[in-house]
């Protein structure tokens, strides 16, 4: 089945400073990629939306600027948490779609926590 | 907007069925899905409804009303492993929204 990496796992980082998150498709192409985020005992919750080539699309109440999103090639997206706060520190999640199909294929994850 | 509903937490034994159930509004709709989530770890693929009716894989089964906005998901034979959150999750024209989780508990 189709495989998506994440990396890395787990990261703890002092405030202040940036972490970037990477997402591959490892056998398919993904036009679509999807970031969340979920904190302790809650649902995921989106955060933005990226298609190769173009600008990623925010929900509401997320900040582009503290959260960029790059999604330069159909098999890589990366999610930069810059200026990380300790507020920030939650479980990131990246998923990867191909083309139409029905099913998102989700990365491992990475704890994020913030010192 | 979306707005999932489905309960919190519930609680079965070894053996045993549990039905979780799942309510939502959407403005679009192009599928429903189930995943299962243990503590730490990323959603695993369950179930995908697009049609009305009733979707058995294994142990788990899937039902779909879309005029009723409802769904529920049936796990048989419960082993201690089934232990974990289940995410029912519908999908607009271009985005995947989850509902809270419920947390399902195995006891001997």
């Known amino acids: 089945g189709a495989v998506v990496s994440q990396h890395p796992s787990r990261v703890i980082c002092k405030s202040g400073t940036s972490v970037k998150i990477e997402c591959r498709s490892l056998?398919?192409?993904?036009?679509?990629m999807f970031w969340y985020r979920q904190f302790p005992k809650q649902s995921l919750m989106l955060m933005a939306t990226s298609n190769e080539g173009s600008k990623a699309t925010y929900e509401q109440g997320v900040e582009k600027d503290k959260f960029l999103i790059n999604h330069a090639s159909l098999t890589l997206s990366t999610l930069t948490v810059t200026s990380a706060h300790p507020e920030d520190s939650s479980f990131y999640i990246c998923?990867?779609?191909?083309?139409?199909?029905?099913?998102?294929?989700f990365g491992s994850g990475t704890q994020l926590s913030v010192l | 907007g979306q707005n999932i509903d489905q309960p919190t937490e519930m609680t079965a034994t070894e053996g045993a069925i549990v039905q979780i159930n799942c309510t939502y509004q959407?403005?679009?709709?192009?599928?429903l899905f189930w995943y299962q989530q243990h503590a730490g770890e990323a959603p695993t693929f369950l179930s995908y409804n697009v049609l009305d009716g009733l979707e058995e894989k294994g142990r788990f089964s899937s039902f779909l009303s879309r005029s009723k906005g409802y769904s529920y998901l049936l796990l048989k034979e419960l082993q201690m492993k089934d232990s974990a959150s289940y995410l029912c999750a519908v999908k607009d024209d271009y985005k995947l929204s989850f509902g809270a989780g419920t947390t399902v508990t195995v006891r001997a």
């Open positions: 998923s990867a779609q191909s083309g139409g199909a029905e099913k998102l294929f």
């Open positions: 056998d398919f192409q993904a036009t679509t």
């Open positions: 959407t403005s679009g709709f192009n599928g």
